[in-house]
């Protein structure tokens, strides 16, 4: 099959087909929720079909993965990292949309645009997993931020969604401005905002060593740590995880997350490229940084919100363990491993949704005690959620092998980063002890007396929380198919990027 | 022409930035951010006169987009006002830990 030439419109039109969907359907639901009054049932109907409009772009995306399309150059890549990393975002919303029905139900919450911004911003997400042109990089993360403000404070009636949705909104478009100035210095200083453009150029030293590139790539990669919640840039994280509604919390913790990372390993596989000692230098401090701050930040939070959000700032720093590695092996790693990240964190928000009676305040851990007394199933699948971050054997199923490929990945680099993997296993062990925290609570402390039972959830609740615990246990009985799919994806998707970055300096050099 | 304008958009950057980090009004506060995205256009315009129409483009989209953050904003900060009747992000301290 040829290749897409995206000067083509309609086979650029054919290039986005499961943006498009995400986009179309997106839109089409927004006229459809507010063209009815508003009511409970109204907005669950929205729901189930962002559900299904999710379903119709995953399909989309597997369709155009399965017939292996490939695109001359251009602003979008199409490439089997971008339908990986499109299959874990549009995973990460329908858990979230899921999840989101049964929290409105307990808050009395009727809000149908939310589902409608949900998707807005999964769009957006998949508009910077495939963005090759730093152009379409920040619009992608812009209608992605921008639609989380929103769902962050979308419950009215909560002086904490208010205070947590000011606070991100004020450090997002700080961090934005950030990522702009570092597009605008790198766009002066090769000239071009298309990545593999950028990465030809970058291989002249006259280039790459240019004041106005160096600043311009460490603004870049501040406003990227920003997105990521990378320490030591992560300090909005906790506030605004733990003021949100939960569903989003664990959207913002987990497809956010995806989405920033597809986009800086796009940048660090295509653009900068393993030349630049200065770039990996500081993706080194900041991933070591990362892990220490976050795990250790995490031992002293007595809110189950507040320790998950720290939880996900550490398992950012894991992750750049693997982007530091910048090899293909690396992306394919941190495909995996989020993979893992995205069914554990969303349930264990999940769970959190399920303990929630109604009320708009901290998720105190307090809540948990003698869980397995009363509630015995959710008591084993937060069980199976925190093990599986703390990337236990066995129980902790596909969070284990997360782990161990990110290890894998980062020692079998061209240059080992034996240092950082030393710190990523000493850090998990520091992890121990918030993890199995939780479960010791859930299991061992006695439930207080007259502390009511949590209230029944809804089928939904229930679907999604035993869907991620047998995905996690299946996927880490059976890891090697999904491994050999993100490898073999990755591995096509930047194998033609590195020659031709090898063979530029070849040319020059006589 | 393009080292002044480049100089002069690097120091409203960082007039916007030294906004940001001392001042505690959450209007004021959006106006600097304001000031660094206006400080990047401007680079986008001078550095357009060297690598073409590109950069103006780009100036474009960034409008845009500041414009819907602007209406994002505002609303937010109406929000946090009628909680607290205040947009002073001292006086918020409901999330703590």
Not at chain 1, 168 to 191: D, H, M, N, R
Not at chain 1, 369 to 380: D, F, I, K, Q, S
Not at chain 2, 21 to 38: H, K, P, S
Request: glycine share 8%; with cysteine.
């Amino acid at each position: 099959m040829l290749p897409f030439d995206l000067a083509i419109p309609s086979q650029l039109m054919q290039a986005y087909l499961p943006d498009i969907v995400l986009m179309g359907g997106g839109m089409l639901l927004l006229l459809w929720a507010v063209w009815r009054p508003e009511s409970e049932a109204h907005s669950r109907s929205v729901a189930f079909l962002a559900l299904g409009v999710c379903a119709a772009a995953l399909a989309a995306v597997i369709w155009s993965w399965r017939m292996a399309f490939t695109a001359t150059n251009g602003p979008v890549a199409v490439d089997g990292f971008r339908w990986a990393s499109d299959v874990v975002i549009l995973l990460g919303t329908m858990m979230t949309l899921a999840i989101a029905v049964d929290f409105n139900a307990r808050m009395k919450l009727v809000a149908a645009e939310s589902h409608v911004l949900t998707l807005l911003a999964a769009s957006g997400m998949m508009l910077l997993s495939g963005a090759r042109d730093l152009m379409l990089m920040f619009l992608g993360i812009e209608l992605m931020s921008v639609s989380v403000y929103v769902l962050t404070g979308i419950d009215r009636r909560s002086g904490r969604g208010a205070e947590a949705s000011l606070k991100y909104f004020l450090l997002g478009c700080f961090s934005s401005a950030f990522l702009l100035y570092g597009i605008a210095l790198v766009y002066g200083a090769t000239g071009s905002t298309n990545l593999i453009t950028i990465g030809e150029r970058f291989t002249t030293p006259a280039v790459s060593e240019q004041p106005m590139m160096l600043v311009g790539l460490a603004l870049l990669l501040v406003g990227f740590a920003f997105k990521v919640a990378a320490a030591p840039f992560h300090m909005w994280t906790p506030d605004v995880y733990d003021g949100a509604p939960a569903p989003y919390s664990g959207f913002m913790a987990c497809a956010v997350k995806t989405a920033s990372f597809a986009a800086l390993l796009r940048v660090c596989l295509e653009a900068v490229g393993p030349g630049s000692e200065k770039w990996h230098l500081a993706l080194w401090w900041l991933a070591a940084a990362t892990m220490v701050v976050g795990n250790l930040f995490a031992l002293q939070q007595r809110n189950v919100k507040r320790m998950l959000s720290y939880s996900s700032i550490a398992h950012a720093g894991f992750l750049l363990v693997a982007v530091t590695a910048q090899t293909p092996e690396g992306a394919a790693a941190v495909v995996f491993y989020l993979v893992a990240y995205t069914l554990a964190t969303l349930g264990a928000f999940a769970v959190v949704v399920a303990l929630n009676e109604g009320k708009d305040g901290p998720a105190d851990i307090g809540d948990y005690a003698g869980l397995w007394t009363v509630r015995p199933g959710l008591a084993m699948a937060m069980a199976v959620f925190m093990l599986a971050l703390l990337g236990f054997p066995l129980v902790g199923g596909m969070g284990f092998f997360a782990k161990w490929y990110v290890l894998q990945a980062a020692l079998k680099a061209p240059a080992p980063q034996t240092k950082l993997s030393i710190i990523l296993v000493l850090a998990t062990v520091v992890s121990a002890g918030f993890y199995l925290y939780v479960v010791m609570v859930m299991f061992m402390r006695p439930r207080p007396e007259g502390a009511a039972a949590p209230p029944p959830s809804s089928p939904m609740l229930r679907f999604v929380i035993a869907t991620s615990v047998a995905l996690i246990l299946v996927l880490g009985l059976y890891p090697s198919p999904a491994v050999r799919l993100a490898q073999h994806s990755t591995a096509r998707s930047f194998a033609p990027a590195a020659p031709k970055a090898a063979a530029v300096p070849a040319a020059a050099s006589p | 022409m393009i080292g002044p304008a480049l100089f002069f958009s690097a120091c409203l950057f960082a007039i916007g930035v030294m906004g940001v980090l001392t001042r505690r009004n959450a209007l004021i506060l959006f106006m600097c951010v304001e000031l660094m995205l206006n400080a990047v256009n401007l680079s986008f315009v001078a550095l357009s006169k060297l690598h073409g129409v590109g950069g103006q483009v780009f100036v474009i989209f960034v409008m845009t987009v500041a414009a819907a953050e602007a209406a994002v904003g505002l609303a937010i900060v109406i929000a946090v006002f009628r909680h607290f009747r205040t947009v002073d992000l001292g006086a918020l301290r409901l999330l703590r830990g």
